[in-house]
């Protein structure tokens, strides 16, 4: 079983708001990985947590917060959007085998977040 | 810094005809290569990937690639196209031993046509 599910498909917020997105897998995945996809263009990786620790951030702006509560699931968290925020926001593991190996990452189906 | 370069940005083709996708790649070391689909609205689908070895491989929904190196290429094959193959491909890279960091290309846009 290679699936990444995530939750809420869909997502309406306005600037003022806080929300969180749910990613979740059961493959024993220890890297655990959000990114950004706008219309047309490649996904844009934003954080990477391996073995829960958060180890690349992309410079994210703080208003997007990630969290790792457990090896199997990874939220990240809205505060004060903004509308060019809005994107299809994926998430993504792979299994962990260290710094000189390469994983593939398996992809969930996403959110679609609007920001009004 | 590595990048990964799909010359073709959108391809129409015909129903059973066959497929060519590109992908050309810069880098100094040996890269670890992949092919993800993404159908309108939905994540990405490991089709195949390309670590070391046979420089032929083969992935999921008849799809192949072949690597060449010294083309720096990985292209992307099918013989025969379906209507549901209709979607966005991405090529991406990662550095050997440069874990997690993904590089995607912007991708190439499949229609398929009656």
């Known amino acids: 079983d290679t699936e990444v599910t995530q939750t809420p498909k869909h997502l309406v917020m306005g600037m003022t708001n806080k929300k969180s997105l749910k990613c979740e897998q059961h493959m024993g995945h220890r890297a655990m990985y959000w990114y950004k996809q706008k219309a047309k263009k490649p996904p844009e990786l934003m954080f990477v947590y391996s073995y829960e620790k958060l180890s690349i951030n992309e410079s994210v702006p703080s208003r997007f917060s990630p969290e790792c509560p457990n090896s199997s699931l990874l939220n990240l968290h809205l505060h004060a959007l903004q509308p060019e925020d809005s994107a299809l926001y994926l998430c993504?593991?792979?299994?962990?085998?260290?710094?000189?190996?390469?994983?593939?990452?398996?992809f969930g189906p996403g959110t679609r977040l609007t920001v009004l | 810094a590595q990048s990964v370069t799909q010359p073709d940005i959108h391809i129409t083709v015909s129903e059973g005809a066959s497929l060519e996708l590109r992908c050309n790649y810069s880098?100094?070391?040996?890269?670890?290569l992949f092919w993800y689909v993404q159908s309108p609205g939905q994540g990405l689908q490991l089709l195949l990937k390309?670590?070391?070895?046979?420089?032929l491989v083969q992935g999921i929904k008849g799809f192949e690639a072949e690597f060449k190196r010294s083309q720096s290429s990985f292209n992307l094959r099918k013989p025969s196209v379906h209507w549901s193959d209709a979607a966005e491909y991405f090529c991406?890279?990662?550095?050997?031993?440069?874990?997690?960091?993904?590089?995607f290309g912007t991708g190439t846009k499949l229609q398929v046509i009656p």
């Open positions: 880098y100094g070391a040996t890269p670890y």
């Open positions: 390309y670590f070391s070895g046979d420089t």
């Open positions: 993504a593991s792979s299994q962990e085998r260290g710094q000189h190996s390469t994983d593939t990452q398996y």
């Open positions: 991406a890279v990662v550095l050997s031993g440069g874990y997690q960091k993904v590089t």
